[in-house]
């Protein structure tokens, strides 16, 4: 029986680093660990806040429930051939310490999200992306128990429903299923076809003398590329990009153009426009601004941060102060990336 402990800090468990507390804690490390979770007067007597590593929430104030940290961990090799492998990874994992482990045995397809915070289960949640590849791009299926039934539940990408930082985990499963694992098809890194689309990354390759980069060098240069722009949350408490980047209709986009002909912006389809979220706030003023003890990154403006004396409620406030500067000068609503609780 997985041992529940009573007032506990949850500052260790959010990367924002906020010192709120769970009336009621306990972490699962197996499947065998949630379903006799099930059975206690707990799980049945509270709300309940299921987390990974904390580092997509904002938590405002303190949990009146109980707080289930998922720290199911094993990686397994399910099928290997001369094209692809698939691989199951405990949803438990560090996200980065996984792309790692990949890199290392020559699987390609997730180097591009190297750094990114949080753990394996979270990443199809959010759908993760950066740098040209979102995780539906190697993403082959999962397994998560419902909460409600106690069944163990297996979901293929069609299932999921991904979109834009987006799946159906966020929606109408939200709060329904405990992820346990995710099974990946990675590409052996001689036959991986490199995603380079993004600048930053050719710029990176090139100052690092890189002519004919491995997935090795790519996931190095998004590394120094992350921690050139972002901050480390065991030094500065953040979750990452705070925002979404928004989608707008390309006459938009064209309207904006006008005003703003150094506005940075990304071709969806012929009808809609992605926009940098980072641009629109950093021109509106917010690069860099501190209020409460929190802030927004003086190197990148859509990373919202703690500087140690700020709360979930403080962050909270600046982020609606942000939303309503960008929509008052551009016109355009930006949508928190972060899970409020």
Same mark, same amino acid.
């Given at each position: ?31 065998? %660990?949630? +379903? ?152 052996? /890194? ?11 990354? @050719? ?13 090795? %060098? ?5 590394? +120094? ?6 901050? %480390?949350? @065991? ?15 390309? &006459?938009?986009? &064209? ?28 021109? /509106? ?13 003086? +190197? ?19 982020? @609606? ?21």
């Amino acid at each position: 029986m997985p041992s529940i402990k009573k007032l506990q800090s949850l500052k260790l468990y959010n990367t924002f680093g906020f010192d709120v507390s769970a009336e009621y804690l306990v972490i699962i490390s197996s499947v065998e %660990d949630l +379903k006799e979770l099930f059975l206690t007067k707990e799980w049945h007597s509270y709300p309940h806040l299921i987390i990974g590593g904390g580092s997509n929430i904002l938590l405002r104030r303190n949990f009146r429930g109980l707080v289930v940290v998922n720290a199911i961990s094993g990686i397994e090799v399910i099928s290997q051939n001369d094209n692809f492998t698939l691989i199951k990874a405990g949803a438990g994992e560090n996200w980065h310490q996984f792309v790692l482990y990949c890199i290392n045995k020559g699987l390609g397809g997730i180097e591009n999200l190297s750094l990114i915070p949080g753990t394996v289960g979270a990443a199809p949640m959010q759908n993760i992306g950066a740098y040209g590849v979102e995780i539906k791009d190697t993403f082959h299926s999962l397994e998560a128990v419902e909460l409600a039934t106690g069944q163990l539940h297996t979901f293929n990408a069609e299932d999921c429903q991904f979109g834009y930082r987006e799946s159906i985990f966020k929606h109408q499963f939200k709060e329904k299923y405990f992820i346990t694992s995710v099974t990946f098809k990675l590409i052996p /890194a001689e036959k991986h076809v490199l995603s380079l689309d993004y600048g930053a990354i @050719k710029i990176q390759l090139k100052e690092d003398e890189i002519e004919s980069p491995t997935i090795e %060098d790519v996931s190095k240069a998004v590394i +120094k590329i992350r921690q050139s722009k972002l901050p %480390d949350p @065991k030094e500065i408490g953040n979750s990452g990009s705070f925002f979404k980047n928004p989608t707008v209709p390309k &006459e938009k986009y &064209e309207e904006l153009t006008g005003k703003y002909p150094e506005i940075p912006g990304y071709i969806l389809n012929e009808e809609e426009v992605k926009l940098a979220a980072g641009w629109l706030i950093e021109q /509106a003023g917010w690069k860099g601004y501190c209020e409460n003890g929190v802030g927004v990154h003086a +190197k990148q403006a859509l990373v919202l941060v703690n500087y140690g004396e700020g709360n979930g409620e403080a962050v909270e406030e600046l982020a @609606k102060k942000i939303q309503d500067s960008v929509a008052e000068k551009f016109g355009v609503q930006l949508s928190p990336e972060v899970n409020f609780v």
